[in-house]
């Protein structure tokens, strides 16, 4: 319930174009990732790899955005995943991977923004989800970056920075 109610709320920030107020939550990012990736079913290859850091930050944003980039990477990428996250002074970088095809050039230049039905055989698919995603982002201060891995595959890369009424990091 607690999901669908997070998804009715960001449907409504979609047709509103504008974001709640005040949903802001203090995290340890390794350990709410850790709980993330456990709720996967264990056949699933998730690799983390995101160090202890303590963030203040719309919780169900973060949780349904990681969802949807998770979901995308297991069923159009090959395993393994991997969920990555790195602090480069006050922005956050947090970054999904997969190993499969990855998208074409165009489509990359055109994502989140415009879905593209035939890549990956997404015929069934309309492209909300990384339209949250983008969304959620841009609440935080920064963006959704789309590009291809070196090893192969897709890099899903959100960029969060501060903003004047949440400095995103927690000093403990």
């Known amino acids: ?9 960001q449907l409504g920030v979609l047709a509103d174009q504008e974001l709640p107020a005040d949903i802001h939550e203090p995290i340890s990012l390794d350990d709410f990732c850790r709980r993330l990736v456990a709720s996967y079913p264990a056949n699933e290859r998730l690799v983390l790899a995101v160090p202890r850091l303590f963030l203040f930050i719309d919780l169900l944003g973060l ?16 395993p393994p995943v991997t969920l990555s ?9 947090i970054l999904v991977e997969d190993r499969g095809d990855g998208l074409r050039s165009p489509t990359l230049l055109t994502m989140p923004t415009s879905s593209r039905a035939d890549d990956r055989q ?16 841009r609440s935080q201060g920064g963006r959704l970056l789309l590009r291809q891995c070196e090893a192969g595959g897709l890099r899903a890369e959100m960029l969060l920075q501060p903003t004047p009424t949440n400095p995103l990091f927690q000093n403990l």
């Open 1 to 9: 319930l607690r999901q669908l109610a997070a998804i009715s709320t």
């Open 63 to 78: 949780e349904r955005s990681l969802c949807n980039l998770i979901d995308n990477a297991l069923e159009y990428g090959r």
């Open 85 to 93: 996250a790195l602090r480069q002074g006050s922005s956050l970088r």
């Open 122 to 137: 997404r015929q069934r698919h309309q492209g909300l989800g990384l339209l949250l995603v983008d969304r959620f982002c």
